[in-house]
């Protein structure tokens, strides 16, 4: 069974640092890609951007471009999203996705549980 | 990038009858080496991640009730409820993943009349 596996909530200070995670189980990893959504409180879905496990390939939507980064640890099957400075506005939750691929296309269809980034000094 | 627009924001229809909702793209996603638009519905319940209804337009995800129909292509897509259940109020999101980078539209709250 397909399974992602996000990382506990966060409560951090602006101007914090902060990386949560995800962690994929019963596929290949390395050959899925792995999209990140941001859902600010009582807003819409935001596409973040993409990674690929196999080779650390990334892909940012221009309005996260510069403000987080991507990666992954293959070895242990988890992609990562990473904050050097956090901002009250990146107070929201995030949501990891695997990519379908092949024939399909870059079709989300197995979803993390998200993990709640709140920051408030 | 290309805007996603569904309408309306949001829908009350009764138990048992017809909701429908439409969503838009600012340029076609179909792709013509397939014949596929790259067109797929989300339903979002409180507290939850999104949940995968429909990809491709109009097929459904393995376990989505038979209710539940994609139809559109090009620009212009929409999703029906034939028969409204209760369990289906929730928000739904279209996205686009024609070409990066992937758009969602705004969402559109269902509720019971």
């Known amino acids: 069974e397909v399974q992602l596996v996000q990382s506990g909530a966060e409560v951090k200070k602006p101007g914090e640092s902060l990386k949560i995670s995800c962690k994929g189980s019963?596929?290949?990893?390395?050959?899925?890609?792995i999209g990140w959504v941001r859902q600010m409180p009582g807003k819409g879905l935001e596409w973040m951007g993409v990674?690929?496990?196999?080779?650390?390939?990334?892909k940012y939507s221009p309005s996260f471009q510069g403000q987080v980064i991507f990666s992954v640890d293959k070895s242990i099957n988890t992609a990562y999203v990473q904050w050097s400075s956090l901002k009250a506005s990146d107070t929201a939750m995030y949501y990891c996705?695997?990519?379908?691929?092949?024939?399909?296309?870059?079709?989300?269809?197995?979803w993390g549980q998200g993990t709640l980034v709140t920051v408030s000094s | 990038d290309i805007v996603m627009t569904q309408s309306p924001d949001s829908l009350a229809v009764s138990l048992g009858e017809r909701a429908t909702i439409n969503c838009k793209a600012s340029q076609s996603i179909l792709y013509s080496s397939n014949n596929k638009n790259y067109l797929t519905w989300y339903q979002q319940k409180p507290g939850q991640p999104p949940k995968l209804l429909i990809y491709w337009t109009s097929v459904r995800e393995s376990g989505v009730p038979d209710r539940f129909s994609g139809s559109g292509s090009e620009t212009d897509f929409t999703l029906t409820i034939s028969s409204l259940q209760a369990e289906d109020v929730a928000v739904y999101y279209c996205l686009q993943y024609y070409t990066p980078p992937y758009t969602f539209g705004q969402g559109t709250k269902l509720e019971i009349k």
């Open positions: 996705a695997r990519l379908l691929g092949g024939d399909y296309g870059d079709l989300p269809d197995y």
């Open positions: 019963g596929y290949i990893f390395t050959t899925s890609w």
């Open positions: 990674i690929y496990p196999g080779d650390s390939d990334t």
